[in-house]
Structure formats: C-alpha cells, structure tokens
C-alpha cells in the first residue's frame, strides 16, 4: 500500500490514564479528527468535541467504530496479546491506514528487556504481527523511555515526589538515560501522523525523548526544586529521604511483588532494563525530535518544579 499517506481522522483506543487526555489534546492541536474508543461498560467521559465509540470487542462493533478512521491509537498496555490483534485485525477490516500500537515506553525491541520484564513480551510480539500485515496496513512504534513526570507522581522509578523519597542505585547513579513527559509522548504520537513525517515514521520504531539524565542529576534536581517550593509556600524546607539500594535485591524483590498482583513492583524491574541497554538515545543517535518538528528539548528542572510544585 503507499507509504504516506493523508490521515484526518484518528480514533483513540481508551479514554482514561494519564495519556489518553493528552494524546487527545495534541491530536485535536494539529487539526485531527478525534474519536475515543472505549468498553460498553466504561464511565469514561470524553472531552467536548471528541465522538466516543463504544464496543463490547467483538469483530463487529470494532470494524464498524473503526469505519471511516484513518488512524488508530493504542494507548492501553495489553497483557493478552489476542486482545491486541483483534483491534488490528479489525482495523485492517476497516481500512484503516495506520496503527500506533500501545508500545510507548522503553525499548522492547531489545531482548534483555523482556527477559528482565517479562510483562513487556507482549508489545514486540504485536510489532511482528503488524510486520506480518504491512501489506494492508502500516504501523509506528515510539519508544520514550520512562513516563518521567508520571513516575514522580507514582513513585515508579525510584522517585517518589509526593513522599520525597528516593531509592539510589549503588552501582547506576551515573547510568544515562532518556525520558519523556507525557506531553512529550503525546506529541510524538501526533506528529508521526502528520504526512510529512510519513516517510521517516512508517514500519518502523522511533525514539523521541524530552531529556537524557542520570539518577545523581534528578536527584540534585528534585531537591533543588523542593527546598525552593517549600520556601515559596512559607514552610522549613523538608528534606528528602534518600536510601541507597542494591538493585538486584530489588528486583528480586519485585519478582515476588508482581507474582502478587503489586504493579508497582515493575519499576525496579524497568530500572534493570534500562541499565542492560544503551539507553542514552542522544549517545545513539537514534532520537527523532527535531525529525519530527517537535519542540526544543525540555528542561530538567521545569519538570521537576512543576511536579514538586503539585504537593
């Protein structure tokens, strides 16, 4: 099938999270169409002027909310891979030119990274599907690094702001990697439907980030940020509890944890898929922001104000 081609209309997998409400904003900034997919049952409200599609996920009603779309984005993680090629199956059905599968994240192209996380298996085993189909639809999956301001707020990658503490790994404190705010994330996704990004973004991973760090400068940086915010509120500045741990204790740990059903358990897990890899897409070379016409890179510690300034 052509490789660029024009996409108007965009149909958004999910209409809850953290990320479907920006991912909204910024497709509807770049003059896209919006609709929401979301389950019968769901309460979700979608925002004015965004049609919501409800489905129960048979064939049927995906083919038919998937009728007249141009695009779809997959913003819900999947632990069951069926679930996810449905939607494409259907999506192929319906004639939609491209997929954004829900891969949003750290590099699962890398086998460490799955063998370390094995919840993660599922997204590089939808990317062959969709490799499997590039002759009926194309597909982009944008790899960001960690959900940087989402993790503060979470206490998912050693970083708790409403707590103020901190997990330092011993031997990765000066271990560079990149991340993305969710706004950064959002607008990849939004400018890789653009039909001038089609040749550079069509099958294919891409990498996008807001800034490359390492734990000693977020570290420096959240202190900062909270010393200034306390005294700006009138209050003595509270310190930060800071715990250096031995990641592999941790993970092993949060193997215990996930078999649970603790989530949370997964941030030391991501932390060790990080580490295994050449993280730093700046060093790489692989980053795509400025490819894409995004903005200049963001600031370390404008982030961090405006997360520590939340609590």
Same mark, same amino acid.
């Given at each position: 099938?052509?490789?660029?081609?024009?996409?108007?209309?965009?149909?958004?997998?999910?209409?809850?999270?953290?990320?479907?409400?920006?991912?909204?904003?910024?497709?509807?900034?770049?003059?896209?169409?919006?609709?929401?997919?979301?389950?019968?049952?769901?309460?979700?409200?979608?925002?004015?002027?965004?049609?919501?599609?409800?489905?129960?996920?048979?064939?049927?009603?995906?083919?038919?909310?998937?009728?007249?779309?141009?695009?779809?984005?997959?913003?819900?993680?999947?632990?069951?891979?069926?679930?996810?090629?449905?939607?494409?199956?259907?999506?192929?059905?319906?004639?939609?030119?491209?997929?954004?599968?829900?891969?949003?994240?750290?590099?699962?192209?890398?086998?460490?990274?799955?063998?370390?996380?094995?919840?993660?298996?599922?997204?590089?085993?939808?990317? =062959?599907?969709?490799? !499997? %189909? $590039?002759?009926?639809? /194309?597909?982009?999956?944008?790899?960001? +690094?960690?959900?940087?301001?989402?993790?503060?707020?979470?206490?998912?990658?050693?970083?708790?702001?409403?707590?103020?503490?901190?997990?330092?790994?011993?031997?990765?404190?000066?271990?560079?990697?990149?991340?993305?705010?969710?706004?950064?994330?959002?607008?990849?996704?939004?400018?890789?439907?653009?039909?001038?990004?089609?040749?550079?973004?069509?099958?294919?991973?891409?990498?996008?980030?807001?800034?490359?760090?390492?734990?000693? =400068?977020?570290?420096? !940086? %959240? $202190?900062?940020?909270? /010393?200034?915010?306390?005294?700006?509120? +009138?209050?003595?500045?509270?310190?930060?509890?800071?715990?250096?741990?031995?990641?592999?204790?941790?993970?092993?740990?949060?193997?215990?944890?996930?078999?649970?059903?603790?989530?949370?358990?997964?941030?030391?897990?991501?932390?060790?898929?990080?580490?295994?890899?050449?993280?730093?897409?700046?060093?790489?070379?692989?980053?795509?922001?400025?490819?894409?016409?995004?903005?200049?890179?963001?600031?370390?510690?404008?982030?961090?104000?405006?997360?520590?300034?939340?609590?």
């Amino acid at each position: 099938m052509d490789k660029v081609q024009g996409i108007t209309n965009v149909i958004v997998v999910g209409a809850g999270g953290s990320l479907n409400p920006v991912v909204i904003a910024s497709l509807q900034s770049l003059g896209f169409v919006v609709s929401v997919l979301v389950r019968d049952a769901s309460a979700a409200v979608p925002p004015a002027g965004v049609t919501c599609h409800r489905t129960d996920y048979s064939n049927m009603s995906l083919v038919k909310a998937f009728k007249a779309q141009d695009a779809v984005v997959n913003t819900i993680t999947m632990a069951d891979s069926s679930e996810q090629k449905n939607i494409i199956d259907a999506a192929v059905e319906a004639g939609v030119k491209r997929f954004l599968p829900a891969e949003f994240g750290i590099d699962t192209a890398i086998q460490s990274t799955v063998e370390i996380v094995p919840f993660l298996r599922v997204k590089p085993e939808i990317v =062959e599907y969709l490799r !499997s %189909l $590039e002759s009926s639809i /194309t597909w982009t999956s944008i790899v960001t +690094g960690p959900f940087f301001d989402w993790s503060l707020r979470n206490g998912w990658f050693s970083f708790n702001v409403p707590s103020r503490t901190a997990y330092l790994h011993k031997t990765h404190q000066d271990h560079r990697f990149s991340c993305s705010t969710l706004s950064t994330v959002a607008n990849a996704i939004a400018r890789c439907l653009l039909p001038e990004n089609g040749p550079s973004t069509i099958n294919r991973y891409i990498h996008v980030r807001s800034f490359t760090v390492n734990q000693r =400068e977020i570290m420096t !940086s %959240l $202190e900062k940020a909270s /010393t200034e915010f306390d005294q700006r509120e +009138g209050r003595q500045p509270k310190a930060w509890d800071v715990i250096e741990v031995n990641l592999e204790d941790k993970v092993a740990e949060s193997h215990q944890k996930l078999a649970q059903g603790d989530m949370s358990a997964l941030g030391f897990m991501l932390s060790k898929a990080i580490y295994a890899m050449n993280s730093d897409f700046d060093a790489t070379g692989v980053a795509m922001n400025e490819t894409l016409g995004m903005e200049p890179a963001e600031s370390l510690d404008e982030v961090t104000k405006r997360v520590v300034s939340e609590y």
